[in-house]
């Protein structure tokens, strides 16, 4: 069996789509939503996954230090990475696509989830899905579909490989 928690976290964040064909080729911004779903086998002697405040912590502390009231910009597009640096004082956060709900939902799960998630000792956890809505109608969802049976067995022969 397995139990799924999930963990909110509100952003503003400002952004654009390279290429885009209407007007979200334009620097603008939006009042996201992110959920980070967490799955584990186990619960603890409380009868927690894991205690909310630590996903919290996790969580809301990355977003809070990289996207929360900055820029998130593909790292090709040089126009606009130049009319943000151009400004005094500026945040700005460079990912390996356009910032697409899709691409960032996507960006969270392999890039950032994982090492947040390694990081809580004691747990048997694995990030199951992440839900970023760009707007209070529109979301992205990127699902982990590998239980945590078989990213165990996963694990276990990658260990075995190295050391055959």
Request: overall charge negative; proline content about 2%; hydrophobic content about 40%.
């Amino acid at each position: 069996m397995s139990i799924t928690i999930m963990r909110q976290v509100k952003f503003c964040a400002g952004h654009r789509l390279l290429n885009h064909e209407a007007k979200c080729a334009n620097l603008h911004g939006h009042n996201y939503l992110v959920e980070f779903h967490v799955t584990g086998n186990e619960v603890d002697s409380l009868g927690r996954v894991v205690d909310f405040s630590v996903l919290n912590k996790l969580f809301k502390g990355w977003i809070d230090e990289n996207w929360d009231h900055g820029f998130v910009l593909w790292d090709e597009d040089q126009n606009a990475i130049d009319a943000i640096r151009s400004c005094q004082p500026h945040r700005l956060y460079l990912i390996p696509y356009n910032p697409t709900a899709e691409n960032m939902a996507r960006y969270l799960m392999d890039e950032i989830c994982p090492g947040l998630i390694n990081s809580i000792k004691g747990y048997d956890l694995r990030m199951k899905k992440v839900v970023l809505w760009e707007t209070e109608n529109a979301y992205a969802e990127v699902t982990n579909n590998v239980s945590l049976n078989q990213a165990d067995a996963l694990l276990q022969n990658a260990q075995k490989a190295l050391h055959n």
